[in-house]
């Protein structure tokens, strides 16, 4: 594509081009690097800041593109209930879309996946092309190693006991705490997750499963060195069993039953799975090998 363009700009002036033809070839060009804009959603106890190197790294690789990075939720606000951040930024996002019709692409990072995948799912008058969920507990998660950092007393056998709660559930991380060995509690408290899944139904159901399989591309990335989405493989939609034995996504129900559409995406090539090791949880948004080979392609 910027060839093309380069090519217009080397070609020597004294050719006898007929300038129709030179007009034409600066449509051409206009219309080939016309990225689409991207729309950046931080993680848990961050802001906008912290996708400073991301959107940069975009401009720079994909000139001319707009990017949008939320600076809401950010710091403790990010541990609001999911529903509330999902309806917030979907307000952002829908407004981002009117304005670009052509479509926008939309980027999570950490819980900010799972906020955006809930916003896609029940938004579904939404335009994005290409979701790419980068390091997202999507099929929930079971590990307090980051949030001993928050809440020291906290641990992984006693933490349904608080989040399973009705007051426990104020907390984003309660809203997508999935305890392998409480299910019936679980599916009982939880408001988030089990409904974003449709494994409970909801006069929602239908919606959410329209809003999803829109999509033109879902890219889920993870890796094994990841050491705060646990199971990591929550970022493919791989989740433990009873047995913390991990499921992989096509042998679980929400993909079996395509509760919200992710068997209907992969059957139709729709999905990108990408496992990239030697990645911890905090340098998936800031390393530029990830960006430049993992999200960057997909941007188009
Ligand atoms: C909606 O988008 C327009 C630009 O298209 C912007 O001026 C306005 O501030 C946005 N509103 C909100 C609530 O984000
Ligand atoms: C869906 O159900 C909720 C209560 O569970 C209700 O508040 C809402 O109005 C219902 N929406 C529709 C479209 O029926
Ligand atoms: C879990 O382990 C127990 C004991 O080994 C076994 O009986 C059970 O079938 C296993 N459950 C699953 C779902 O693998
Ligand atoms: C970025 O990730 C690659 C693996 O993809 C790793 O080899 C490299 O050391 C990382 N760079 C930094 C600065 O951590």
């Known amino acids: ?157 006693t933490a349904f006991e608080i989040f399973y709660s009705d007051v426990g559930q104020y907390t984003s991380v309660a809203n997508y705490w999935n305890d392998p060995h409480h299910q019936k509690l679980y599916y009982k408290y939880s408001v988030f997750l089990p409904y974003a899944n449709n494994e409970k139904a909801s006069n929602q159901s239908a919606i959410y499963k329209q809003g999803f399989r829109k999509l033109k591309k879902l890219v889920l990335i993870g890796g094994p060195d990841d050491e705060v989405i646990t199971p990591w493989q929550s970022s493919h939609f791989g989740y433990y069993n009873e047995n913390e034995t991990v499921i992989d996504m096509k042998d679980q129900d929400i993909y079996k039953q395509d509760m919200f559409g992710l068997k209907t995406l992969d059957e139709s090539g729709r999905i990108q799975i990408i496992t990239q090791a030697g990645i911890d949880h905090f340098s998936w948004h800031i390393n530029l090998s990830v960006i430049d080979k993992h999200i960057i392609p997909h941007l188009d």
Request: charged residues 10%; glycine residues 8%; aromatic residues 10%.
């Open 1 to 157: 594509m910027l060839i093309f363009c380069g090519l217009r700009v080397s070609l020597p002036l004294s050719l006898p081009i007929p300038w129709m033809l030179l007009l034409l070839f600066g449509l051409f060009c206009q219309l080939s690097v016309a990225y689409k804009p991207v729309v950046l959603i931080h993680g848990i106890l961050a802001d906008k800041g912290c996708m400073n190197v991301v959107a940069e790294r975009i401009k720079q690789l994909h000139p001319g593109t707009v990017v949008y990075a939320t600076d809401r939720f950010t710091g403790w606000s990010s541990l609001a209930p999911m529903w509330h951040q999902v309806d917030a930024l979907a307000a952002d996002l829908l407004n981002i879309s009117k304005a670009h019709p052509e479509g926008v692409h939309l980027v999570g990072y950490s819980q900010g996946g799972l906020v955006s995948r809930a916003i896609l799912e029940k938004y579904p008058e939404h335009n994005v092309q290409t979701f790419i969920s980068l390091s997202s507990p999507q099929a929930g998660q079971y590990g307090t190693k980051f949030l001993h950092l928050y809440f020291p007393n906290l641990w992984l056998k």
